[in-house]
């Protein structure tokens, strides 16, 4: 059974820091694009930061200089750095995980690019 799992979030000042972790079970996906969403209340799931399985990364420009994704293959986890935090970044954190495209170059930004996701983890920044 395929599971992600993230953990690391929480209630923190506005600029203040987060460290999202996402561990990957059942599978490995060293070889797949990865990436982050976010979901507000109210609100889409938007794209937040991808990675490719060579480390290539792409982020949205709202969260750019500010966060930073990035995996430790060998251990098959994905992070969320996240520094700078605002109050507009309240949201559930996803992570998810291609399972079609492996040694892609190509870092989807829609929610139909991947086919497995964690549960989530919430994030919410006080002003």
């Known amino acids: 059974q395929v599971q992600l799992v993230e953990s690391g979030g929480g209630l923190v000042q506005a600029g203040g820091s987060l460290r999202l972790s996402c561990a990957a079970s059942?599978?490995?996906?060293?070889?797949?694009?990865m990436a982050w969403f976010r979901q507000a209340p109210g609100k889409e799931r938007e794209f937040v930061g991808g990675?490719?399985?060579?480390?290539?990364?792409n982020h949205t420009d709202s969260v750019k200089g500010r966060f930073a994704i990035s995996r430790d293959n060998a251990k098959n986890t994905l992070y969320l750095q996240m520094n700078t935090l605002k109050p507009e970044d309240t949201a559930v954190y996803y992570c998810?995980?291609?399972?079609?495209?492996?040694?892609?170059?190509?870092?989807?930004?829609?929610?139909?690019?991947?086919?497995?996701w964690g549960q989530g983890t919430q994030v919410t920044v006080s002003s």
């Open positions: 990675i490719t399985w060579r480390g290539r990364t």
């Open positions: 059942g599978r490995t996906f060293s070889s797949y694009a």
């Open positions: 998810a995980a291609d399972h079609l495209s492996p040694y892609s170059y190509n870092i989807p930004r829609q929610t139909s690019g991947y086919g497995y």
